[in-house]
């Protein structure tokens, strides 16, 4: 049985959480906390496997909880906030950096079967996350110091199964377009390696994030706070900028027609819409040997056979290594589909892109 605690300060909305939870087999509810200080007591007396938690509860808050959580006993932690737009979104999207792992909104009833298909993303995620050994913070790059990380200090990389020269493309041609995809982990990589970009970065970055509706534009928010880049919600026709990060919509296919987005509403691909495999066939089919891809953090496949063709056409690929990956689905299964050229631990991938950016000359030898 997966063991979870929810804690939330409106004893309603205890209640339909633990109604919706139950409703899986396989979890039950350990216990409620009603405030900040309650969850900290709680997670340490009851060890749950899981934490659905709210950020906004009086006295100590959720993301004070959180922080003190996953320093003294770490715990897979789901937000579950009812919070509505982008500035007070802002909030839940904080809490990723502090370690949780998820943000879902609270159900709402508005018809259309919405409350029961928000409900079921709650069990969803937390059967998924249940046996996962959170990451409470990813340390800060080396290159934010000063000082070189040693070798030692180094994750090893992940075997791939065909051997490819690291950060190179085939054909020595300038990158025109980043692809970014990712899912469960993905939210606080990205504002890590936005972070890391300057903000004349020379080329447009293209992102599929899986990701609770309504909370995309949040998201984007979050990240336009988080970085010196411009980051946005993309609108189909618009210019392709250098240093402009493009994030696909709710229920939208992302894109590139020629130098400019392309939304489409075509069919899901393996379920999802929008699809990070949609997207890389798309830079792959516009740009050849010049577009990069990359694959975060992230549960299931998606990106995977997109992220192939990128490659097989001379593109840059790249994955996310299993050391920083929240959930190392996504990754895996571009490394083993031959997908990936290269795999990265975060701390290296702002890095990586900054000497694609800079052109052929400049793409050392990083990673393996």
Known sequence: MIRCLVADDSRVFRAILRAILCR??????????????????????????????????????????????????????????????????????????????????????????????????????????????????????????????????????????????PLSLGTGAPVRAVGIAASTGGPAALARILSGLPADYAMPILVVQHIARGFERGLAHWLDQESPLDVRIAAHGELLRPGTVYLAPDGLHLGAAGDRVELSDGAPVRGFRPSGTRLFESLAREYGSSAAGVILSGMGDDGADGLKTMRDRGGYTAAQGPVSSVVFGMPRAAIDRGAASVTLELEDIAGALARLARGPRDRGASGS
């Not at 200080?37 to 100590?60: H, N």
Request: charged share 30%; net charge neutral; aromatic share 2%.
């Open 24 to 165: 899986a087999r396989d979890v039950e509810i350990v216990g409620e906390a009603a405030d900040g200080d309650e969850a900290v007591k709680k997670v340490l007396e009851l060890r749950p496997d899981v934490v659905t938690m709210d950020v906004r509860m009086p006295g100590k808050d959720g993301l004070t909880a959180i922080a003190e959580i996953m320093r003294r006993a770490p715990t897979p932690i789901i937000v579950v906030s009812a919070e509505a737009g982008p500035e007070k979104q802002e909030l839940s999207f904080r809490a990723l950096q502090l370690g949780a792992i998820e943000v879902l909104g609270k159900p709402r009833t508005d018809g259309q079967g919405r409350f029961e298909r928000e409900a079921e993303e709650i069990r969803s995620a937390v059967q998924a996350v249940a046996g996962l050994r959170p990451v409470a913070r990813f340390p800060r790059p080396a290159a934010r110091t000063g000082a070189a990380a040693s070798p030692a200090d180094r994750p090893a990389a992940v075997p791939l199964r065909t051997p490819w020269p």
